[in-house]
């Protein structure tokens, strides 16, 4: 108990007492906006009532009034049976600031509900799947438990099977393109030629490096572990600088948008050394200035924001200008933007609540409410920038058996180009990166003719 206490008093800050602790008024109104509690209609998954565990905590071991108030009996006093019964409630949520959304204070429950895990994780009290994330991280640098070689030996056949080149520890480079660990295990096998497709066609200065095969995305949205959060990020930051890169590079994840551009400074303590560009980004701007062509594929589809990229992030209008250049018809979901309903996968959920043939999890089951903004717009694809949100919507469309596929926006902008660079004839451009010469000769899988 002491460790939790001490850990929740380390975390909070002046703002988190005015405004997430001493201004909830307890209307309820977060739950409104919560699926987990909507669907499920259970007190312990309500915002509030996660919130609470922190707040409680801070009223009777760290305020000073109510440490008194506990002494006397005038308030209850949290006991670690107490932290152990919402356990697993904690982790029954994405931190995706909807409900924040939904309080007029202004009251933050996620915050109070990630300041929760990181005492948890302090206490070692923590479900059996939180603490093999961090140990698979402590000993593979990799939240799913791979080595290097395995990261390796898995994603580079698929890409010499698919005719294209990836860049690999190439000095020099504009960026380095660093992946999620679930990136590389759960997607690899239909997004990783695409990735490299795409950054090769439109001339992307980018490399890999054989050292980096996670981003330690989980190690902070899911465990809550700062010192292991900050040993990641300065790996890649000695990764960057070891291959003389001028930037990070990231493929589509919701979690380490947020991690590397707004949360990497506040567990640094410092500014985060290289600046971050996004794949999207630069696929907007290659269309644009007409680096790669593109023919619009004739689709309905909708799209689905991620919480972590637009609610937490702000990465709201990119996405659907990058859809209206390679679909014919673009349908939104109601409700849209920072409003839309998550996925209940990240942070958590998708590894706390796996798919299991013949069975519906609690995450399934809340999905219900995203299945039925799915259905609503008939349209025949869904698309989202997300690995772990793809993954989720993927699941949740099989689950209700819904007739909408789920892809990957990256998957459709290759298909929109492609489509162009074959009526051309210039497919061959997605083989081969433009520093190809520089890549050390151990890497290259597809030789040059």
């Known amino acids: 108990m002491q460790k939790f206490v001490e850990a929740v008093e380390k975390e909070i800050t002046a703002e988190d007492i005015d405004t997430n602790i001493e201004g909830c008024i307890g209307c309820g109104n977060c739950g409104h906006a919560c699926p987990w509690y909507l669907v499920e209609n259970d007190p312990k998954y309500h915002p509030k009532t996660k919130a609470d565990v922190v707040r409680n905590v801070y009223k009777a071991y760290i305020d000073p009034v109510g440490k008194v108030k506990a002494s006397l009996g005038l308030i209850k006093k949290p006991n670690v049976k107490d932290l152990e019964d919402m356990k697993d409630a904690m982790w029954a949520c994405t931190t995706c600031g909807r409900c924040t959304l939904a309080c007029m204070q202004g009251v933050s429950n996620r915050r109070m509900i990630r300041i929760a895990r990181t005492a948890y994780d302090a206490a070692g ?27 390796f030996g898995r994603v580079l056949p698929v890409l010499q099977k698919a005719g294209v080149q990836i860049a690999v520890d190439v000095v020099g480079a504009e960026y380095l393109w660093i992946c999620s660990a679930i990136g590389n295990t759960k997607v690899y096998e239909t997004e990783a030629s695409i990735m490299v497709s795409m950054l090769n066609a439109m001339g992307i200065n980018y490399t890999i490096s054989s050292q980096i095969v996670d981003t330690g995305t989980e190690m902070q949205a899911v465990v809550g572990n700062r010192a292991l959060t900050k040993q990641y990020l300065e790996r890649i930051e000695e990764q960057a600088k070891r291959l003389h890169v001028k930037g990070i590079l990231l493929p589509e994840c919701a979690c380490d948008i947020r991690e590397l551009i707004v949360e990497a400074s506040d567990v640094l303590g410092r500014q985060f050394e290289f600046p971050i560009a996004y794949v999207d980004i630069l696929a907007i701007d290659a269309i644009n200035s007409g680096k790669i062509p593109v023919e619009k594929v004739e689709k309905t589809v909708t799209y689905h924001d991620p919480c972590w990229t637009s609610r937490l992030t702000g990465y709201i209008d990119e996405p659907r200008d990058l859809l209206r250049k390679v679909v014919t018809n673009f349908v939104e979901m109601t409700p849209n933007r920072e409003y839309n309903y998550c996925c209940n996968a990240g942070a958590g959920p998708l590894r706390m609540f796996p798919s299991k043939e013949g069975e519906i999890n609690l995450r399934q089951k809340v999905s219900i409410l995203k299945a039925k903004q799915i259905e609503a717009t008939n349209a025949d694809v869904v698309l989202t920038p997300c690995a772990t949100c793809y993954l989720s919507l993927k699941d949740t469309v099989k689950v209700y058996n819904l007739r909408t596929k789920a892809e990957s926006l990256i998957s459709v902008v290759h298909e929109a180009m492609m489509k162009a660079l074959v009526k051309s004839g210039k497919q061959d451009i997605v083989k081969f990166p433009m520093n190809y010469d520089k890549i050390p000769e151990s890497f290259r899988y597809i030789k040059k003719a």
């Open 125 to 151: 009290i923590q479900p059996q799947f939180v603490q093999k994330i961090k140990n698979d991280c402590i000993v593979h640098h990799h939240s799913f438990g791979s080595t290097r070689e395995e990261v």
